[in-house]
């Protein structure tokens, strides 16, 4: 039975070589994208599932706030003493794990490691928590006592490339030396832990101050931005014992601050990838959001290509109802038809899969091309598995796409499909095939639509003016580096416009805020600052608007003076900027008078957010930035010159610098990610649509080629008969334009409330689209209907 | 075999009704060969369909060898259908996409026959309708007389109790339709029962028992003694 059934579907696919082609190309086509769909999210949900207690190992998250506690933990991070405390107090915790993290350089003899050196301060209970696997040492003992170190495999051929790095020294730039004590292996891929070595917990109680902030704060029970806390339970794991250990650890530390409140949760290793939103988080980061969304990109195209599959059998079935007819007379049941059918389907789908294959490794590459960041963050890999999980899908695709046709048919009384086969009412009129073709084209409107407003919105972003420079602005951290001494010999390099110093770098996510407590005394709020060096205002391109400059030299008295932006005037009660000179304003605790008003300047990112009233403070002794002005022309070589300067003066550390406009349009490269997808994708779509539309029209004038002979005859006119072969399907496009325009002006209007400055959807956007669609619909329809318009009638009317 | 009992079918028009069968009463023995005549509209096929059990009697009583299909689940119908008769259509109605061998194999695999115990049946009807030769090629490639014959091969290899035939040689030649009418008669003597509707007198005469129908009435009902009888 099944053989016949593979038999007669493949005949069919040679038969009928217009209808497979549509189907395989358009099923192959969009399978391709969902293939890689299903690697990104095997890969994404295939983290943490090397541990063998996994099931056992919670980490901790928390939240705190001063006023209400949020129900959801925010930090991936917690207080190290909540592990502590859990190990101690609650004997269903087997084991705890401390870990923080710490970027340092690494010194072995002369050489010096600055990049992929991650390094975790750990606990001994990790090696025995997690299984990362052992190479060399003493597993039990190695991160038992301070300043041990384990090396993955791949630091120690690094580190020591000649010789054995067991009991060898390496030295960090900040935190001394340490012996290794042990080896393992380089961590998986799929870990969301990652390290390049690691250093015992013990080691902090011999850090000094000047070693490390991290000695002072580490056994803090109310810091929880820093470290983390992962719970291994005992073989029972109750995790609802876990749950109320936590709550009541909360509470105490709630009673013991008297202002904060504290929130800690437990979150199962296998939810920690992939991540659910959480601040400080150690591990890639795609947001389980981002996948939701491509999720549901991908289901669009595949059920578009289906709906292409059922449009398409239900187009044809007509031709088949005679054979159905036939089967049935000679016994087939309604279940013997459903099954041919679906059978046909799923051949149809396990062949568009193999094409799919192919085109899948064209897109990968083309996926990883997309941005750097991707491939940093996603790591597809090819196991059986996932050919397998491959092949379940494109048999769910293939049962989906033929269910509709398969019921529908086998429901034909044989009697009607082998006498009445002219009247015979299949599908009501082809109502479903109207509704998807309808459905798929205001798909396909909609993403085109998408694709214009991002872009759209993007350009008109970046085209904001910041009212302060952007372009050309070489931020450069100065570290323990002198300000006044690396700026006067920066100076000196040709194409060094201005340098100015700054406690902060607006624009890349910095923020200083001061309590502002105005003349009044009784009207306060929390006011941003920078604070700067006089040069700043015209480094910077921020104009004044009234009174003067910050003065250039700070006198005996400290803190003076304070520049404010209008906004800030304006909040403080002056009608214009002119009043406020010479007026008095309290940041925290000191008196400062208001000696000049500038113009508003964006300080955050000019996506999400809007110009605030700001200050600008007097640089006393907070020259952490260098901010350089250099020239467009030659910027490379005047990159290397005050790098060259940096060495001189700093010749252990490396110089950390970054151009603000680099920053500033991270977020235009998500943007273009975004948009680029969603162009893809609707490209798919409406190739999709266009192939589903041109296989009703070559079937539709199939049916009526008789009818346009005789009206050939009656002396229709070209023209007539492509106007009458074409009409219905015009109607449908006007029906998908209709539902799609206030769908994608509601859904985009969502969209751009996220953002503080935003465009308008105006009719031209509409109208462009709208365009498109209408252009692709009808270059579809008249090439078939003007092809059957120009044929003879007698050629038609001869075969009666 | 079959017991027919004031069988009426009509169809609505609106308000309407549509006679095709009125007041029927007919009785039909095992190994009958039976015709059915009558002018173009006369119900001919209606009735044919109805014994067949492809269509149903609007009003009366159907007894097919006892059992009552007017009040039968349409799922047991079905079987009854399947495991007692055999069609002939007068356009030979052979799925296009199938060998000979193939149509002539179909309707076993809907009853679950084994590989084995198919093929061997299936070259029993080959060898029997001498289209051995012809059991590779598709229906498009053969004459009508031969495409009637793989018709009434089909209809025949799962040994059906009851054949039934839509003007089976309506499309054919006259020397190709005695062949077909001939091998009726075969089958007749072997013992099937068959009903064929036909037009043609010629045709009527290789039955036993000629039925004649107008207007959806039973006009006449006699016996034969026909050709090679």
Known sequence: MFKNYIKIAFRQLRKHKLFSALNIFGLATSMSVCLLLIMIIADQYGYDDFHDNGNRIYRVISASSENQLPTQASFAT???????????????????????T????????????????????????????????????????????????????????????????????ITLSDLGEYTVTGILPD????????????????????????QHEEAQTHEAYNKIWRGMAYVLLDENNDRQKLDAALAEIAATYSLRDEKVQFLFQAQPLSKIMPSEDLSNEIGPGTPTI???????????????????????????????????????????RRKDIIFQFLGEAVLIA???????????????????????????????TRTPQLYLSFFGFSLLVGLFAGMLPALNISRLQPIQAIQQLSNLKLFSRMGIQKVLITFQFALSLIFILAVTIILQQQKHVLNTDYGIRIDDILNVRMGEVDYDLFAQKARQVVGVKDISASKLVLLVGENAD???????????????????????????????????????????????????????????????????IGESITLDTINLSIIGVTSDFHQQDIWFSSVQPFALRQNMDQKRNANIHISEANSKATIAAIRSIWDEISPDESMIAFFTSTRVNHLSKFFRMGSSIIGFVGFLTILIACLGLLGMVIYNIEGRVKEVGIRKVLGASAGNIVWQLSKGFFLLLAIAIVLAIPLTVFGANLWLQNFVTRIAITPAILLVGIGIIVLLGLLTVISQTYWAARTNPIESLRNE | ???????????????????????????IQEGEFVTIMGPSGAGKTTLLNMIGMLDEPSAGEYNFLGEAVHSMKSKYRQELHKNYMGFVFQAYHLIDELTVYENIETPLLYRNIKSKERKSIVADILDRFNIVAKKDLFPEQLSGGQQQLVGVARAVVSKPKLLLADEPTGNLHSKQGEKIMELFQELHREGVAIIQVTHSEKNALYGSRIIELEDGFLRADKQVRGINN
């Open chain 1, 290 to 332: 981002v996948l939701y969304f491509l999720m549901t990109l991908g289901l669009i195209i595949i059920f578009s290509a289906c709906f292409n599959y059922t449009n398409l059998s239900v187009a044809r079935s007509l031709k088949r109802a005679k054979e159905i007819g036939v089967r049935k007379v000679i016994g087939a």
């Open chain 1, 102 to 169: 710490i970027g340092e350089t690494v010194h072995i003899g002369e050489k010096k490691f600055e990049e992929n050196v991650h390094a975790l301060l750990v606990d001994q209970s990790f090696l025995e928590t997690f299984s990362f696997g052992w190479t060399t040492g003493d597993q039990r003992t190695a991160l038992l006592e301070p300043r041990s170190v384990v090396l993955t495999e791949g630091a120690a051929k690094r580190f020591f490339p000649y010789s054995d790095p067991m009991g060898a020294t």
């Open chain 2, 1 to 27: 075999m079959i017991q027919l009992r004031n069988i009426e079918r009509y169809y609505r028009k609106g308000l309407s009704k549509s006679w095709v069968l009125r007041d029927l009463n007919l009785d």
């Open chain 1, 187 to 210: 961590p998986p891929i799929h870990s969301h832990i990652q390290f390049d070595y690691l250093i015992s917990y013990a080691s902090t109680a011999t850090f000094t101050k000047e």
């Open chain 1, 78 to 100: 917690t207080s190290r003493t909540v592990a502590s405390d859990l190990k101690a107090d609650y004997p269903f915790v087997e084991n705890t794990v401390r870990l923080l």
């Open chain 1, 350 to 380: 396990s062949i568009a899969l193999v094409v799919a294959l192919f085109l899948l490794e064209l897109l990968i590459p083309a996926f990883y091309g997309l941005d750097p960041f991707i491939g940093e963050n996603i790591h597809l």
């Open chain 1, 514 to 580: 001061a309590k502002a407590t105005f003349k009044d005394g009784r009207d306060s709020m929390d006011l941003s600052y920078n604070a700067v060096s006089p040069n700043y205002l015209a480094n910077m391109d921020i104009e004044l608007v009234a009174g003067k400059n910050l003065p250039e030299n700070v006198n005996s008295k400290g803190e003076q003076f304070v520049l404010l932006n209008e906004m800030a005037v304006k909040r403080m009660g002056f009608d214009t900027p002119e009043a406020a």
